[in-house]
């Protein structure tokens, strides 16, 4: 059980979404919803549908991985469908994200509208846990909607770019917080915005399909939604690799360095939702149930290598030492040069920054410096240069500014972690929308 401040301010309805309890039809409800139970659906609108082609921050050993996550989620789903649901079982409070074509990746609305009922159920004494999930099968939830951030920033709406990374950071920092307990049933893709809803729980659950991956540095973008406070907290220099690889792991990996703290079929996850809706101890929802096979992967195989060489003052000396391990005749090492050698060179240095500096940070002084980070680099060039070339122009050939690691300005980077003008938002749970809305607004 953990303690924290939750907000209790009220939540605006972002305009376009109608917040409801499901249809009658047949078939209104995604898979696994039962009747009987208290619900409620966050639809979006039509605009909000038109905009919703949501993208997976990740990739797989290479851009061209990332480019085929992205073709199966680049859609645009019904308006009627919900986004995002929320019912009441028993004790437990269950949040099921409802975009499985989009692999479940967020909107603005669907963080405010979980945001929003995150904040009722704390007050809510008949409710004693939170669980969450994806629909689907194929994803957790494997970001936020990229192509539409791309958009925005590209059409010069800086206020609404930054509008949605507050908001989840907020819902970040909501979890982090959260007065009870939160259980995050993770099968297949957890990337991105994904990562920031489920690590910050005290439970996660990771199923025999689980694939953890940071990969922003793929796109331009740096390592967020707490990464900064979680990921410098591995063992060793495990975090590192993960933070600038961008590499995928499983579960056996994501067991052994802490990122997942159970293991289950996915076949069992009805069966985990209502013995937790029954109330007791949490662990007691996994007595009996067959954990899947969790075979480690590289993570741990090659842990001696990794602190080795990620355990470097500079990004450029990370290289070094890869490549006289490859020398050495480690194809890891030399696939794993090979691999950051494609990532945005000011992707990379921001990164290695964020894991040096984060072990020192509390949660809300990570967050924090996220969004100030978040704050420049979306006035910058390699995002929306990233995004184009790995996601809307498919051509996986991104002309990186600068281009070289010698190249990018250490200054710079130094002042980007700064404080921003003005008021700054806070990351400790005691913030959210509609505070989201009014920031926006006073922020050019």
Known sequence: MRSGAVARSALTPHPGVRLRGP??????????IKPGFETAGIRSGDDAAKESAAVERGMSGGQQALQQGVAQR??????????????????????????????????????EAMHR??????????????????????????????RQI???????????????WRGEYWLDAAVKSYPKPYIALIEGIVM???????????????????????????????PDV????????????????????????????????????????????????ERLAGGGAIARAFDGLDAPGTETGPLVAERALIDTCFSADTVTEVLARLDAAARDGSAFAGATAATIRTR??????????????????????????????????????DFYEGVRAVIIDKDNRPAW?????????????EAAFGPLDGPEPLFDGSQGPPEAARAAEARP
């Not at 039809?25 to 696994?32: I, L, M, N, R, V």
């Not at 707490?226 to 579960?251: Q, V």
């Open 23 to 32: 249809r009658n039809a047949p078939g209104a409800k995604p898979p696994g």
């Open 74 to 111: 680049d859609v645009r789903e019904p308006s009627a469908e919900p986004e995002i649901v929320f019912e009441t079982r028993g004790e437990a409070g269950l949040i099921t994200l409802t975009r499985p074509k989009a692999l479940n990746a967020l909107t603005l609305p669907m963080v």
């Open 117 to 146: 009922q995150l904040r009722a159920w704390a007050g809510d004494a008949r409710v004693s846990r939170i669980v969450v999930r994806g629909s689907g099968g194929r994803a957790f939830c494997a970001g936020g909607d990229i």
């Open 150 to 164: 791309q958009a925005l920033g590209k059409a010069g709406r800086h206020a609404d770019v930054m509008a949605f």
């Open 192 to 222: 991105g915005g994904g990562v920031g809803i489920s690590l910050h729980g005290d439970v996660r659950v990771a199923a025999e399909n689980y694939s953890f991956a940071m990969p922003e540095t793929g796109i331009g973008f740096f």
């Open 226 to 273: 707490g990464a900064t406070y979680a990921l410098p907290r591995l063992p060793g220099y495990t975090g590192r690799y993960l933070a600038l690889t961008g590499a995928r792991i499983g579960a056996g990996d994501a067991l052994a360095v802490g990122l997942a703290t159970h293991a289950a079929r996915a076949e069992d996850f009805e069966t985990i939702i």
């Open 344 to 381: 945005s060179p000011t992707s990379l240095t921001i990164a290695l920054a964020q894991m040096r500096r984060g072990a020192d940070l509390s949660f809300a002084e990570a967050m924090l410096a996220e969004y100030r980070l978040c704050e420049r680099v979306m006035r910058g060039h």
């Open 401 to 413: 500014q600068p281009a070289t690691l010698d190249a990018v300005d250490a200054g710079a980077i």
